[in-house]
């Protein structure tokens, strides 16, 4: 199944969208769980074409830990962790949206940074297709937490970015925390410690191929702050 790609504005939203009729317009990209766990990556899509459609799902498992199983619901129905495709379309109506999708995730008790993609295609063209990409990070209950945003800020441009960019961040509450930038099977490609006296980080990403990367601050205890990077050259 060839897929095309259209890449659009909303990738730098809380979720990204690739398709033609159908856009992503609402969802989970990276999600912070707790050992032994399920956790689930909602979605929305909304039919953006001047006709009824309909679709079906699928996932693709760029990388799952051992012992942890994923699963999709799609419509009315769920499927079990061996079936990859939704059995049943989903009739979505021209600029209609459809908010019944999820993507469970259940962990077998490890510490872990599963990732899945989701896309959704018209069962009449299967080339008109969009998909989204949910990081699972799984940490140990009481040890990993996402700090109040209140107390802490990080930005990073240019985003899109070719070669060279800043990550520009406000006072750490601690001196223990890295950045890190990960490709979308979760394998770490930039890190970087981090100090309260730079405040200003330079990174150079030309090494880096074209494509959607994940970044993160983060120590051994806590998820300081997470976001996407787009490569472009």
Known sequence: MK??????????????????????????????????????????????????????????????????????????????????????????ASEDTNSSFHGWLLNAGGSADDTVEYCFYDVNNPTDMTCFIAIYHFRPAGIVSIINKGFFNANIFPNPAAGNLKLVYSQLPSLDYEFIIKDITGRIVYNHPLNNAQEVLPIDVSNLNNGIYFWVIQSKNDILETGKIAIIK
């Open 3 to 92: 897929k095309i790609y259209l890449l659009i504005i909303i990738l730098f939203a809380s979720s990204y969208s690739f398709g033609q009729s159908l856009q992503i317009i609402a969802g989970d990209t990276v999600l912070s769980c707790t050992n032994g766990s399920e956790c689930d990556a909602t979605c929305s899509v909304k039919n953006i074409s001047g006709s009824s459609k309909n679709y079906m799902c699928y996932r693709t498992i760029i990388h799952l830990d051992s012992g942890d199983m994923n699963w999709i619901c799609w419509g009315i129905s769920c499927y079990p962790p061996a079936k990859d495709t939704s059995g049943n379309p989903v009739t979505i």
